[in-house]
């Protein structure tokens, strides 16, 4: 990272951006080319501080056709920035928290796991607990990025 006096490396601190965000942006590659989606998310951090980011999608489609010929992706989320102008435009910019990392798809099949993951990605979402049947996991496709490589970048409103 080029600023690295932007560059967020603890866990603690990366799970902050993560809790702001409700949106993650997953980049694959179809046959060479870029192909990026955005998709809601659940998340958890391992033990020995792996990531797992949880989704869920239709069984088929674009997506899941690519992911399962290619499991490597990239993936970013960001805050909502706050806009920082100033008198003179090319000092202006941005306030904001963001991470990137990199990983790769693990589709689940197991129908507990599945419910386990879907449970997690709607506490994130919703911030309420909630359980899922096996009926309800079998009816989506679930699967979950692995990442022990990622960072946090932030530039944070100055203190007054």
């Given amino acids: 990272m080029r600023r690295k006096d932007r560059e967020v490396k603890d866990r603690d601190e990366i799970e902050k951006i993560i809790l702001r965000c409700k949106t993650c942006h997953v980049a694959m590659v179809d046959d060479g080319a870029p192909y990026v989606v955005p ?3 659940g998340y958890k951090f391992l033990e020995n501080g ?3 980011l949880y989704f869920h999608s239709a069984h088929e489609g674009k997506k899941i056709d690519i992911l399962r010929k290619n499991n490597k992706v990239c993936f970013e989320m960001a805050s909502e920035g706050e806009p920082m102008f100033t008198d003179t ?3 202006s910019g941005y306030y904001f928290a963001s991470m990137i990392g990199y990983g790769e798809v693990f589709f689940i099949q197991d129908a507990v796991e599945k419910c386990e993951a879907l449970s997690i990605m709607f506490k994130h979402q919703s911030g309420k607990e909630a359980v899922f049947t096996a009926d309800q996991a079998k009816a989506v496709c679930v699967y979950k990025i692995v990442s022990a ?6 530039k944070p409103r100055p203190k007054a």
Avoid: D, I, M
Avoid at 149 to 154: A, C, S, Y
């Fill in 39 to 41: 998709l809601s998310f």
């Fill in 50 to 52: 792996v990531l797992e």
């Fill in 89 to 91: 435009p090319c000092n």
């Fill in 149 to 154: 490589e990622f960072t946090g970048k932030r």
